[in-house]
């Protein structure tokens, strides 16, 4: 067993040396299939920092009349919070509000003036609820509309908000379902140069597997080598996407920062640089196999 193993790597390498020039076409392609989806993984982890960031400043908020008596307020804060759609209910008292707005207008004179004219607070308490996910907004707005205090409730901002939060989530799955278009079509232009390039060697190898067969040599035997060798082009293929990869990321991590400043992306990367080494090389065997496979069952009828 350990003489056959050691037969079929040898051979699966020879076939990789042999076919030189398809065979750096081959991992030239597979490398640019696996660069983008290292890219992919990149900007998927930038793209959901920056969306996060944007979901956490937006939420909808609940203005109560001047009059609503503070116990029905809290008691609308604690129902918003037991659904699980809600992650976060902020409550701000006219007092507070007051407090606040004079803050953000300190240097302006004539606002100042005229709120020490004013007999009372002119300013509504408030409940600004932010959702677990943006599709939320729609069913914690409807809560509101029918909550028990609803006579309490002056505004509920959410069809103000209502285009932005939809814009999120709908530029959100854009570029999912984008990225991954990309990425497939790579995988399958990948798959067929390798197939093409297996089917090649079978073809030029064809007296040499007929002499074994006759000798009769196993299907493992004969199938082997083709395996190992569709492995070799994966794994020189996710190496050469993985140092194409991080020395760009490096160079561009600083024009990245402006898009998500707390975030350092190439850190990120370098912290789970095995994770990523991992993928690499397992999308990168997975991708060679499965287009060997293909080509033997094709192309090779032992």
Do not use: C
Not at 181 to 207: D, G, K, S
Not at 219 to 246: D, M, R, T
Request: hydrophobic share 50%; no cysteine.
């Amino acid at each position: 067993m350990k003489h056959n193993i050691r037969r079929i790597l040898k051979t699966g390498w020879t076939n990789f040396k042999r076919n030189s020039y398809m065979s750096f076409a081959v991992t030239g392609i597979m490398a640019l299939a696996l660069f983008v989806v290292l890219e992919l993984m990149m900007f998927q982890t930038l793209v959901s920092n920056v969306v996060t960031t944007i979901q956490n400043r937006v939420d909808i908020s609940a203005y109560f009349n001047t009059e609503a008596p503070e116990t029905d307020i809290l008691a609308v804060k604690s129902d918003l919070e037991k659904l699980p759609e809600v992650s976060e209910v902020i409550y701000i008292s006219r007092d507070q509000a007051l407090e606040e707005f004079k803050l953000r207008h300190a240097d302006e004179e004539v606002i100042q003036d005229s709120l020490a004219l004013l007999d009372e607070n002119p300013l509504q308490a408030t409940l600004n609820v932010r959702a677990v996910d943006p599709e939320h907004y729609e069913a914690i707005s409807t809560f509101l509309e029918n909550s028990r205090f609803r006579q309490d409730i002056s505004t509920i901002n959410y069809n103000e908000n209502k285009a932005v939060i939809e814009k999120i989530g709908s530029f959100a799955k854009d570029l999912r379902t984008r990225g991954l278009t990309v990425t497939l079509f790579l995988i399958v232009i990948a798959i067929l140069i390798t197939f093409n390039t297996i089917r090649l060697t079978i073809y030029n190898q064809r007296q040499e597997i007929e002499i074994m067969r006759l000798v009769g040599a196993s299907n493992w035997q004969i199938q082997g080598p083709y395996l190992v060798e569709g492995g070799v082009y994966g794994v020189i293929a996710a190496f050469v996407a993985l140092f194409a990869f991080y020395p760009l990321l490096f160079f561009d991590s600083p024009g990245l920062a402006q898009y998500a400043s707390d975030l350092d992306i190439f850190h990120y990367f370098v912290v789970n640089s095995w994770q990523m080494v991992l993928i690499a090389m397992i999308s990168g065997v997975a991708l060679g196999v499965l287009s060997s496979v293909v080509a033997i069952r094709r192309h090779l009828k032992v």
